[in-house]
């Protein structure tokens, strides 16, 4: 470490500079120095208009007052001229680098100074375009491509995070900055086609553009989704239970109900699992919540499972590697982890369910209706019917919710009905999807009005027969 001790010079006591070093005063005064672990002694001999004259081995020597007070005092004690000090082959190792020197230069810059320069190869990163100067190899300063001030293929999104392009990056960004940048780009939305500015590292972090057009559900979620599915687990999501209330701190300490995020159904238990997203790391500035009371509120949470469910809650957090910390939770004891497409999971997870739901709406079956979407999907009614809608406004499908709530009624008729059979004697003269339908046929087909109740009265056994045709109800048609 590099230091100039000014503790001992004059200051400033009164007026606009009090605090500050007093220069014009400090003519005379000794200062010390510790310079690459070794220790220097120079004089102020002189000031003038910010720029000191100072005497060191017998020879005097000019210096802005800024670069002293920096320690730039390289060439003045005879650390730093104008020859190359490290050879090329040499290693730097330690705990922040690895590198070797390959090569070396001098640059000189706008002011015509000529600086010595050094290509090193990385040991780490693999990077072997890297220059840096004398100075900064001496102060510790590692590879700029492993720290991400210089961008190359080796750290940039391009070949580190292309799925950032799937969610709006550009080609031209994602080849121009680093995963971490705070660089904000513009980015467009690959599904509604919308245009908004982000962090880079924001994009990273969260895997979403945040977009209006989204489902509102977190990276862990859906990458959790996609792992049970493939597992073919039988689960549910948002789960509520009568008895999981707690006491909510932003809430005058109220009891509040809580959602479970996931409850896995196997060999007769209901297995709570929840995925913990960043606010259960720290504070929430939306809602005025700490990580304190959001973790006193999952300590109470798991507490209600473990005494009603009789069940550890199983909890994934999304810091750090989601992939290792399932492999190191219980649901690695559960389940058989083995076969599990990873890139899947990721895949899934970038995913816009909404857009999801609304194509699949597009391409479903006449008779299908929310309900059925609410099975394939795993998403309760509600949720599937606000996707829809969205989609709706979108442009992405035709949602009429009346119309659908009418074509649920019909089903859940038929499905309610019960297909009949009719006979004459022991000949079989028709299969009919209900009583009702028929009562409709019956005296076209067999010249003879037959009631709906008197038809079913014989179905039921309460009667032998009607108006010489006997009846029994077969297996429902759907």
């Known amino acids: 470490m590099n230091e100039v001790y000014l503790n001992k010079l004059p200051k400033y006591s009164v007026g606009k500079n009090k605090g500050n070093i007093d220069w014009q005063n400090s003519i005379g005064h000794n200062v010390e120095i510790m310079y690459n672990d070794n220790n220097y002694t120079v004089k102020i001999i002189d000031y003038y208009k910010n720029y000191l004259t100072i005497l060191f081995d017998n020879k005097e020597f000019k210096i802005y007052t800024g670069h002293f007070k920096n320690c730039n005092v390289g060439k003045i004690i005879g650390v730093i001229d104008n020859n190359f000090k490290i050879e090329i082959g ?19 810059d706008k002011n015509n100074r000529a600086w010595k320069w050094y290509k090193y190869t990385c040991n780490k990163c693999g990077w072997t375009e890297g220059w840096i100067i004398e100075g900064d190899l001496f102060r510790g300063n590692g590879c700029a491509c492993c720290s991400g001030r210089t961008v190359t293929p080796i750290n940039n999104i391009w070949n580190n995070a292309r799925w950032m392009c799937d969610l709006g990056v550009s080609e031209e960004n994602a080849k121009k900055y680093t995963l971490q940048s705070h660089k904000t780009i513009e980015v467009t939305c690959p599904d509604c086609g919308k245009k908004k500015k982000m962090a880079v590292s924001n994009i990273y972090y969260n895997k979403t553009i945040s977009c209006s057009c989204g489902d509102g559900k977190s990276y862990i979620s859906k990458y959790i989704v996609s792992l049970l599915d493939q597992l073919k687990a039988d689960y549910k999501t948002e789960v509520k239970y009568e008895w999981n209330k707690y006491i909510n701190p932003i809430k005058n300490n109220k009891l509040s109900k809580a959602l479970i995020d996931f409850v896995i159904y196997k060999d007769d238990r209901e297995i709570p699992l929840e995925a ?24 109470q949470r798991n507490e209600n499972c473990l005494k ?16 290792e910390n399932i492999l190191n939770s219980g649901l690695a004891i559960e389940f058989d982890l083995s076969k599990i497409d990873w890139k899947e999971c990721e895949k899934f997870a970038l995913k816009n369910v909404v857009k999801e739901v609304c194509n699949y709406w597009n391409q479903k079956e006449e008779w299908e209706t929310v309900n ?6 795993k998403l309760n009614y509600g949720t599937i019917r606000e996707y829809l809608k969205k989609g709706t406004k979108l442009g992405w499908c035709e949602y009429i919710p009346k119309e659908e709530t009418k074509k649920s009624g019909i089903r859940s008729g038929k499905m309610k009905s019960k297909t009949v059979e009719v006979f004459k004697g022991s000949i079989s003269l028709g ?37 010489g045709f006997t009846f029994k109800y077969i297996n429902n048609k759907l």
């Open 372 to 377: 059925d979407l609410k099975r394939t999907f």
């Open 90 to 108: 040499t290693p730097f190792k330690d705990d922040k680098r690895d590198l070797v020197i390959a090569d070396r230069e001098y640059r000189k």
């Open 431 to 467: 299969i009919f999807e209900s009583c009702a339908e028929l009562e409709r046929q019956s005296e076209e087909r067999f010249g003879v009005k037959l009631l709906n109740s008197k038809i079913s009265q014989v179905c039921l056994g309460k009667k032998s027969q009607y108006k």
């Open 308 to 323: 009603y469910l009789g069940e550890e809650t199983i909890r994934i957090s999304n810091e750090g590697d989601i992939k």
């Open 276 to 299: 913990d997203g960043e606010f259960h790391r720290k504070d929430n500035s939306m809602n005025g919540m700490t990580k304190e009371m959001q973790q006193n509120i999952d300590k």
